[in-house]
């Protein structure tokens, strides 16, 4: 098992640029969740899903879309790139009755200039 | 609502040396509670969980204990080593079915020094 992947690893965009964020988990997983990492700021949620074809917004959704066409895949797209978007972020997967144990992706550390 | 308060780091520890990282929460009910570490360059991974009140959580000599009277998971090792460097984030799930979500701490880094 690969587990959960993300690509790219790191990403420079300049403002207003677009990009899509990709994640994909080889466990059967049905849930499927992105959060960003800020120092001082923890980790919050930006989308989960619990299964193929449906998404939900998190503590900070604005500037970001989600779709989930597939149980694998999960891809984080930011539709207009801010400076205010350079974080680090991270897909997680779960089975949707584990509650208690997510799996991370490596992570993908974003700049935006 | 709910809510997790860690201790600021960064705690410096020789190797050898006894490791307790605070943890308290806020929470309505009867929240599970989890403590995760962040190697570098990696994404978390979960250390321990415990889901009701009295349980000890224990994963590679790290405990920790859930008291509901003190509202606190502290974590703990006897003897770390330079290995264990890395950031350990305490989170609680609140009671909300399998829909449920993580509240995070903000983190506590480790250094251990040989």
Known sequence: ?113 | GNSVTQMEGPVTLSEEAFLTINCTYTATGYPSLFWYVQYPGEGLQLLLKATKADDKGSNKGFEATYRKETTSFHLEKGSVQVSDSAVYFCALSNNAGNNRKLIWGLGTSLAVNP
Not at chain 1, 37 to 64: F, K, W
Not at chain 1, 85 to 94: I, K, P
């Open chain 1, 1 to 113: 098992n690969a587990g959960v992947t993300q690509t790219p690893k790191f990403q420079v965009l300049k403002t207003g640029q677009s990009m899509t964020l990709q994640c994909a988990q080889d466990m059967n997983h049905e849930y499927m969740s992105w959060y960003r990492q800020d120092p001082g700021m923890g980790l919050r949620l930006i989308h989960y899903s619990v299964g193929a074809g449906i998404t939900d917004q998190g503590e900070v959704p604005n500037g970001y879309n989600v779709s989930r066409s597939t149980t694998e895949d999960f891809p984080l797209r930011l539709l207009s790139a801010a400076p205010s978007q350079t974080s680090v972020y991270f897909c997680a997967s779960r089975y949707y009755h584990h509650y208690y144990e997510q799996y991370f992706g490596p992570g993908t550390r974003l700049t935006v200039t």
